[in-house]
């Protein structure tokens, strides 16, 4: 019900199936919003809001739409600009350095990091994918982090695919920024949480405008 005064059903759907483009992606989304859905139970008690028809049902749409797009949609942040405002929601758990692969360094950011260490050039390779830029040649995990620290040797120059994580810059045309499906990531899972939060909000107020009006 709240999710329908947010987004029509069909453009969600259409959405959703998107997103779960593959059985291994639909797993790490799933397991993510159940992690997320358990935190906004926290938060937003529909106990309070149980007169007006709102259910735990309505909790778990809510979760499931705040994980597949940005608050841009409704005239709210991006999903970049929630991160940046709250850097303070990365543990510092070091999962992205110790899984992600590969790590994707644009042409313009290798000076820069030979500028700091120049042993490293051994260590910088032709990207697989994108030929015209970089990737390290060894990382899962990545061999700049330091396991007992949890931190990044090289973060002072480290490549914007770390900086920008748990987002993940897509598309060629018009890149966009997206939260990257891996589940572990408190970071990424706090982002959805903030969303659900402020989406469900708002749906709130929807509802009541609505039976405002027609009383």
């Not at 850097?87 to 692969?101: A, D, F, L, Q, R």
């Not at 970089?134 to 949890?150: A, I, T, V």
Request: with cysteine; net charge positive.
């Amino acid at each position: 019900m709240l999710r329908d005064l947010l987004i029509e059903r069909e453009l969600f759907q259409e959405l959703r199936e998107k997103a779960l483009d593959g059985r291994d992606a639909k797993l790490k989304m799933e397991t993510r919003e159940k992690a997320v859905l358990k935190k906004l139970r926290k938060k937003r008690s529909v106990k309070k809001l149980k007169k007006t028809g709102i259910t735990k049902g309505d909790l778990k749409e809510i979760v499931e739409l705040s994980n597949i797009v940005s608050l841009e949609l409704f005239g709210g942040p991006s999903d970049h600009q929630l991160a940046e405002e709250h850097p303070e929601w990365c543990v510092h758990c070091g999962t992205c350095c110790k899984e992600s692969s590969p790590i994707f360094i644009h042409r313009d950011e290798v000076n820069p990091i030979l500028m700091f260490n120049s042993k490293l050039e051994d260590e910088i390779v032709q990207n697989r994918d994108y030929p015209e830029h970089y990737m390290f040649k060894k990382d899962l995990p990545c061999k700049f982090h330091n396991s007992e620290e949890n931190r990044c040797k090289i973060y002072n120059v480290r490549p914007q695919v770390c900086s920008t994580y748990p987002l993940v810059l897509i598309g060629e045309d018009k890149p966009r920024y997206i939260i990257d499906l891996r589940h572990k990531c408190d970071y990424s899972t706090r982002i959805v949480l903030e969303k659900a939060m402020i989406l469900f909000d708002d749906a709130v107020r929807r509802l009541e405008n609505n039976k405002e009006k027609k009383h």
